[in-house]
């Protein structure tokens, strides 16, 4: 099994495939209102880094960063139900992190839901804690807001 993680382009074929299965999991958790998800045409955007985890060649995984002026947002976080636990969304992140040193970046921020567990955990294990809204989000029932200092 060969596993690598690079930057894509959202329009590759097998990666919208698996972009829009999470836009369709996110929809069917949350609200519209309670949706933060970046379109396909918001992932292509010169601020955006999109990583693709890629498992024998299979689009497994994604994860982006977000570059802001002073801050770093990770973004379409999500690994495909048949490649769940096998590490993927911890190395798509540590990857989004060292890109983000990359840019000089010192903090990193982001939304995640209340519903997903799985990724809060994965975030508090990477050194991510709670904080307030930020940029353009407002505070809702379902959102939870983290950051990481780098």
Do not use: C, W
């Not at 801050?71 to 490649?83: A, C, L, N, Q």
């Amino acid at each position: 099994m060969t596993v690598s993680i690079e930057l894509e382009k959202p329009q590759t074929p097998d990666v919208e495939t698996l972009l829009r299965e999470s836009h369709t999991l996110m929809q069917a958790l949350f609200s519209p209102e309670e949706n933060h998800f970046l379109s396909l045409d918001e992932l292509a955007a010169d601020n955006i880094r999109l990583f693709i985890a890629r498992e024998d060649g299979v689009a497994a995984g994604s994860g982006a960063l977000k570059l802001m002026s002073d801050y770093g947002e990770v973004k379409s976080m999500y690994t495909h139900r048949d490649f769940r636990g096998r590490g993927l969304a911890g190395d798509i992140l540590t990857t989004i992190i060292d890109e983000a040193r990359k840019n000089g970046l010192s903090v990193l921020r982001l939304e995640t839901g209340d519903l997903l567990h799985e990724a809060q955990r994965l975030y508090s294990r990477h050194g991510f804690v709670e904080r307030g809204p930020f940029g353009e989000y407002l505070d809702n029932d379902s959102s939870i807001f983290l950051e990481m200092q780098l």
